[in-house]
């Protein structure tokens, strides 16, 4: 049996991605050595810091 994990993740989400991106993706993969997960959650976290940001600079205007 698989090892019990601290944080389990139990939801998958798919996308489609061109064969371009797909090679970008393969690259930041073996440049970073991080996972697909881990890179998309990355970025996730980028994108809503961005967001955040836009937000702030907006409601102070």
């Known amino acids: ?3 019990m ?4 993740r139990y939801n998958v989400i ?3 991605i061109s064969d371009d991106e797909r ?3 393969e690259n930041l993969v073996s440049v970073t050595d ?3 997960s881990d890179i998309m ?4 976290l980028l994108f809503k810091a961005r967001l955040d940001s ?3 600079e907006r409601s102070t205007a």
């Open 5 to 8: 994990r601290e944080n389990p």
């Open 14 to 16: 798919s996308m489609r």
């Open 34 to 36: 991080k996972s697909v």
């Open 41 to 44: 959650r990355e970025a996730m």
């Open 54 to 56: 836009l937000h702030f």
């Open 1 to 3: 049996m698989g090892r």
């Open 23 to 25: 090679v970008e993706l």
